[in-house]
């Protein structure tokens, strides 16, 4: 007996791991320096002493003390920490019963999907958007829902979110710092998102003389990604905000697997959602959020996340490319630089970057044409010995230096 | 908008949670060493040394190189050690290829019950069962079925497995020794369940033109915790067995998530199990088992479990509880002991025990009547000074001692 869909997604292949295997096959072939993968986004930069401190200092207290069961929502004084820090820096009020700890982004954003989406129900996905959403909310039994964001800026574009809206829209998600773009939106972006997912609400509550309002699901895990933009504290713009957070980015540790859900504890409708994050918790199998790493979160959750290396990366690479005459979007976060392709068709593109071992991620993988992603949380040194062949590909397409 | 079926997941109060809650309340009222907490499954053994060495040793270590992102299905070396380890003591010959990485038993088994199950399916699971397998089955979209155990011995009944398989029948869950009767399932036993679901799979065949077999899915968190008897390897008395593990009580590190399931690579079907299990981790939102615990697994592997605290108080409680003339199953592993109730209503046993301090867990919460389950990972302490209260509450039922 076997489970097809699941079986399909086990076997489908990821666009990013295949170039990831091709890039370490290459490797071998001609030499790692050779070779200019830009397909992950794993983070370059190590995670800060603090965590090694934090871990060290667990290590001296009682094993069962550490590496105990933890509450199902989390340890009290954890849950307590990250709203307190939240507090500090957002100046809201939020206290342990508005957070949930996860096993990562990833639970957190399936964790809120299956509480907020009933099966037949619509999600919606600003396109180009993280590829595993559509996944998650199929997993859910719903439908994914692609609205293009504007394809000049890559911010929301909220009339395009307005005529996509139906009875069933159960949730929005949005992600911002991008991946894949790098945009960071904008509070009158949110604002103007927001304004659209209340008009519906009244609509509806007018309609169904209830209230079912969408939730706007805002996954965060880029965060603390960005190089001067203002990422908007989406709570505070929206009432019907769930956030989910991860600590792989700001504090480097992909591979752990700890972040949380916020839902605002501001009515009874937002500690239903809350109970029903639980439910989805348990049912999907999170017992809790790793407990050691739950200490670690609780005593690095002020630390600042070290980002120097991608802001160098970044203008090393955005400097070189526009002097090339490539376009690109201004990345304000995350460490993806969201470059149009130098033909319509990405992949075509793609296939002839490889011919000078360059190895970004075409376009169609996140729901658009015609561009690629490059990450650029790779060492200084992969950027530097790319450059000429990044030239050498514009050149083969006769692209005019800036 | 809100999921009803996850928000009721979430809200239903947990029959354990609750004993747990009231324990603590009551040690509040009238003193910790006046109250006899039997509800948990917490491991009161401490974490090997082994453990906080391969931390150590983990912290010298560059951190990406730590914490960094695992492929989907678990580090190589991680499930290769995991692999010769089961080798070297079932005198097998699995390879990395059979082992899937997981967050946990409970990861485990979700992530198998979706690989396998399909919307509409039967899950049989053996009463008296551990309650979450309902929800997770629920979860797949699948029929929980409860085929009582023999209600002496708490053995598997081949007889009534036999007659609850109908053609939807997509698994059965054992889960040996077990939790919560501390039985551990004979060879004998296993064997004659192996030939009920060959003899389903012949049938099954016959009808439908093609193998569909029905997987056995052995979860086997207390694999590691028994006093003498022979835990057989299942997939050895059963190919189409799937094993679910955890380094939950083996290794004392429940708060920390992580396990493995097993899938031997003997054929095309399990191989094709084996996609469907890595594509259930990724549509739950499972992306990796956490690093820095996988290493630990791969230097742990082969420590032996501490059970010497279990034994003396599986000792200390069986010959006391004998004498005063209670009736229980052998525990031959996990640290449960499964306690006829002195009178047919477990709940009314449990409320009257309640008046002595004494905190068992009444049988209904495992799906039969007319028991208790009394938690023994508590210090030797609590057994010691609840014995005058056992003998109590015997009193109280005018039993006979022994």
Redo the contacts between chains.
Sequence with gaps: ???????????ESSVIREIFSYANERKAQIGTENVFDFSLG???V??PDE??RS??RS?TL???Q?????PAPGAPEVRSAVAASLNRRFNTSYTMADIFMT??A??S???TL?????PG?EVIVIAPYFP?YR??I???GATCVEVLANQETFQIDPAAVAAAITERT??VIIDSPNNPTGAVYSRANIEALAAVLEDANAARAQRLGHP????LISDEPYREITYGAEVPWVPSLYEHTVVCYSYSKSL??????VGWVLVPQVSE?AR?????????A?????????????RVVMDCVDVPSDVAAYARNRELLTSALSKMGYTYVEPDGAFYLWVRALEPDAEAFCEKAKAYELLPVPSNSFGVEGWVRVGYCVAPEVIERSLPAWQRLADDYGVTQA
Tied chains: 1, 2.
């Design positions: 007996m076997i489970n097809e869909q699941m079986y399909a997604r086990g076997a794993n983070p370059s190590p995670a965590v090694r871990i060290e290590l009682p094993p069962e550490v590496h105990g069961y933890t096993v990562g990833a639970a954003v399936c964790c299956n509480a907020v989406a009933c129900d595993e996944v998650w199929e997993m859910a159960a949730a079912q309002p969408i939730v480097s540790l992909p591979g752990e697997r409708g239903r959602v809350m109970t029903a994050v639980a439910g989805a348990r049912s999907l199998g999170f017992v809790c959020a790793p407990a050691l790493f739950q």
